[in-house]
């Protein structure tokens, strides 16, 4: 569900699955101009990997932009939301 919204974004040209917590991979395959993330994972157990994915896209100019959490808004709930509609 959510790559189907995403893909059909204006702009967007590729929506590709994360497999691992190490995004070398797809950067390096890829090379995106930008790639958006929560913010989330700045501090704790994925930080390391953060700056590891800004330092990768640093390589050819992209970067990182990364969305504030919207306070009440659950993508848990938007999901229920859209299967039940489907269901309609």
């Known amino acids: 569900m959510k790559k189907c919204v995403i893909e059909n974004i204006k702009g967007v040209e590729y929506v590709v699955k994360q497999e691992t917590k190490d995004y070398e991979a797809n950067l390096r395959r890829f ?28 390589e050819w100019g992209g970067e990182v932009v990364e969305p504030d959490y919207t ?16 269901k309609k």
């Open 31 to 58: 090379q995106p101009d930008i790639m958006v993330h929560g913010k989330y994972w700045r501090e704790g157990p994925l930080a390391e990997v953060r700056q590891k994915a800004i330092d990768i896209l640093a």
């Open 71 to 86: 306070q009440g808004i659950s993508s848990s709930v938007l999901k229920e939301k859209a299967k039940n509609e489907i």
